[in-house]
């Protein structure tokens, strides 16, 4: 059994009873969190034509087939689960609309999961402060576009463990499990992107 996830022995009493209705409260549980993530992680060029609640009732469903195998293979706690397979239907999506219709050469490079323009706001909203008065909203667009800047230089494993924390709202536990990393880890990136952040916005510090 994953250890520490109370989910796990659920999901074994629901698929062994055939218990249907459990199955829907437990993944009903999980939508909120879920349509959280896909929001976040919607490829702006996709946010016209994809509805994030359409791609978390599709990750549901295919969870709710697969809970079978999540008992057999028993790969992550339940919900960086759920997580990874919403990530693998955003990728699918990415690659259809958008990846199709170029080059090759776009598709040979490794696709990650990427930020949404709310996203970049929120986590810009979480890292500095920022007042509402006009010229305080036109300083707060400005620090956004810092933000997204400087998020991307970052290393990946440091901006994700910023996202996951801030933005997705993981615990320490469950962002260690989504990116293959130990809580420890998770809190020394944490503290190595904050600081390089304070020094690339300077007097807007993090």
């Known amino acids: 059994m994953v250890e520490g996830d109370s989910d796990w022995d659920l999901v074994s009493k629901l698929v062994t009873s055939q218990d249907e209705r459990g199955v829907e409260e437990l993944m009903a549980k999980h939508r909120a969190r879920l349509r959280r993530m896909v929001s976040a992680r919607l490829d702006p060029r996709l946010a016209a034509r994809i509805d994030p609640s359409d791609v978390v009732q599709e990750t549901l469903m295919e969870a709710a087939r697969r809970l079978p195998d999540y008992l057999r293979e028993q790969p992550l706690p339940f919900y960086p689960w759920l997580r990874k397979l919403a990530a693998h239907r955003l990728a699918n999506l990415v690659e259809r609309h958008i990846h199709a219709q170029r080059r090759s050469v ?101």
């Open 106 to 206: 776009t598709r040979e490079k490794p696709w990650q999961l990427g930020l949404s323009d709310a996203s970049i706001a929120q986590l810009a909203d979480h890292l500095v402060a920022t007042g509402s008065s006009p010229s305080r909203q036109l300083i707060r667009q400005e620090l956004q576009d810092q933000v997204r800047a400087a998020l991307g230089r970052l290393p990946y494993l440091d901006r994700e463990v910023l996202v996951l924390q801030f933005v997705e709202q993981l615990s320490p536990k469950e962002t260690a499990a989504a990116i293959g990393i130990s809580p420890e880890a998770v809190g020394m990136r944490r503290l190595r992107a904050l600081r390089r952040l304070s020094a690339e916005l300077g007097e807007h510090d993090p």
